[in-house]
Nanobody, 122 residues
Framework: QVQLVESGGGLVQPGGSLRLSCAAS????????MTWYRQAPGKQRELVAS???????NYADSVKGRFTISRDNAKNTVYLQMNSLKPKDTAVYYC????????????????WGQGTQVTVSS
């Protein structure tokens, strides 16, 4: 059974920091691209940051220079360090694991966590 369990969300003041964690089980974690998404009320889910199997990273323009994604394959965990938080960062943050395998046919594996709430407010 595949599980992605996020933690670390909460209420923080503007300018503060939070570190989100996503612990994976039931998958070959090191083989998956790991991505953090977020969804604010009334808005579409958007990509925040992703990290490839080799450690390459990608960030949304809105978080570049403030957020850092990292992974620990030994712990099957991906992290999102969020600094200089702004009220517009308020959202539910979701962890995603994605893998595409192409052999005789193409298979796609896609898993989501349940989300963790981040609220930035004074």
């Amino acid at each position: 059974q595949v599980q992605l369990v996020e933690s670390g969300g909460g209420l923080v003041q503007p300018g503060g920091s939070l570190r989100l964690s996503c612990a994976a089980s039931g998958i070959g974690f090191s083989l998956y691209v790991m991505t953090w998404y977020r969804q604010a009320p009334g808005k579409q889910r958007e990509l925040v940051a992703s990290i490839g199997t080799g450690g390459s990273t990608n960030y949304a323009d809105s978080v570049k220079g403030r957020f850092t994604i990292s992974r620990d394959n030994a712990k099957n965990t991906v992290y999102l360090q969020m600094n200089s938080l702004k009220p517009k960062d308020t959202a539910v943050y979701y962890c995603n694991a994605h893998r595409v395998v192409v052999l005789n046919s193409r298979r796609e594996y896609d898993y989501w966590g349940q989300g963790t709430q981040v609220t930035v407010s004074s």
